[in-house]
């Protein structure tokens, strides 16, 4: 697949690491290329891969209105003949922003369940999957956030390309932090780092699950991404912390919008509402509490579209 510019940028926050005194490293995945970029391109050059291996004809997954996973699902199945069904919980009825205002130019296929539960959506992935069945198609459908073993190995092959760069550093990161939702991302990272024998700790700020469901989640993940790639090191317990949702999945919280404020003026980068900036809250704060020690990585995992949007990832 070709939905990532590899590598994507790894750069000082000079200027953020002096408000903070501590140094911090970007690693932009808002910037690998497709769309508006973002950290679930990586998991999708797999899936979308497996999809067209397969023979399918149409791809089916879901998640919020505002979901950033779902547009670049989308995008990546036109990019590449598949075609797109897309599920959303709650109903619809607003005026189409961000993420879905761009699903509607595309003219994606987006039902609504009708239900606020988020996980709503998986029984409407499964009915969307069966209807397409039906009809004599060929679906390949994919959970909410692209979170499966196989979508984890992209950012297992992530790690490989942040080893790279990282030795080009006079001295190793003891972290790299990011938001975690689905539990993809993390979990491919945690794999990654026991493949690369990575000096850092995989730190993960939830956003929306309670913090044992998503350690559990990731270790799972993990686990099943490292036996897929063959990888036989021991992988860590998974850190993730939590605190930092604020009022709730999806809604901006005052913290994360002072941090991506912080963020945008030192150093001129957007971090969105939703995941990067309840995340680099939660960095800030341990640096300013003075808890962090030695250079630290924060991934960027994009979501530019949610900066236009009322929420609802």
């Given amino acids: 697949m070709d939905l990532i510019l590899a590598p994507t940028p790894l750069h000082p926050a000079p200027r953020l690491s002096r408000e903070l005194g501590v140094p911090l490293l970007l690693k932009r995945d808002d910037l690998a290329g497709t769309g508006l970029g973002g ?49 959303c919980y709650g109903s619809g009825g607003r005026e189409p922003q961000g993420n879905m205002r761009l699903h509607r130019w595309l003219g994606v296929d987006v039902r609504f369940t009708g239900v606020a539960e988020r996980s709503s959506v998986d029984a409407g992935i499964e009915a969307v999957t069966a209807e397409l069945r039906a009809a004599g198609r060929r679906p390949y459908p994919v959970p909410r956030g692209g979170a499966t073993p196989l979508g984890a190995l992209g950012y297992v092959r992530a790690s490989v390309e942040l080893a790279a760069q990282l030795a080009q550093l006079d001295e190793p990161p003891a972290g790299l932090w990011l938001a975690t939702g689905s539990c993809g991302t993390q979990a491919g990272l945690v794999a990654g780092a026991a493949l690369t024998a990575a000096a850092y700790q995989v730190v993960g700020v939830t956003v929306s699950r309670p913090v044992a469901e998503c350690a559990d989640r990731v270790r799972e993940l993990a686990a099943a991404a490292a036996a897929l790639a063959g990888i036989g090191a021991d992988l860590p317990r998974p850190d993730v912390r939590g605190g930092w949702i604020g009022p709730g999945y999806g809604v901006p919280s005052a913290a994360g919008q002072a941090a991506a404020r912080l963020v945008a003026e030192t150093e001129g980068v957007f971090l969105d509402p939703v995941f990067g900036a309840k995340a680099m809250a939660a960095l800030i704060a341990e640096c300013r509490a003075g808890r962090v020690r030695g250079p630290h990585v924060f991934l960027v995992s994009g979501g530019a579209p949610t900066l236009f949007s009322g929420g609802n990832a």
């Fill in 39 to 87: 950290n679930k391109l990586r998991g999708l050059e797999f899936l979308i891969a497996d999809a067209l291996a397969q023979g399918c004809d149409s791809l089916v997954t879901g998640a919020g209105p505002q979901s950033n996973w779902t547009m670049l699902a989308a995008l990546a199945c036109l990019r590449h003949g598949l075609e797109p069904h897309v599920v």
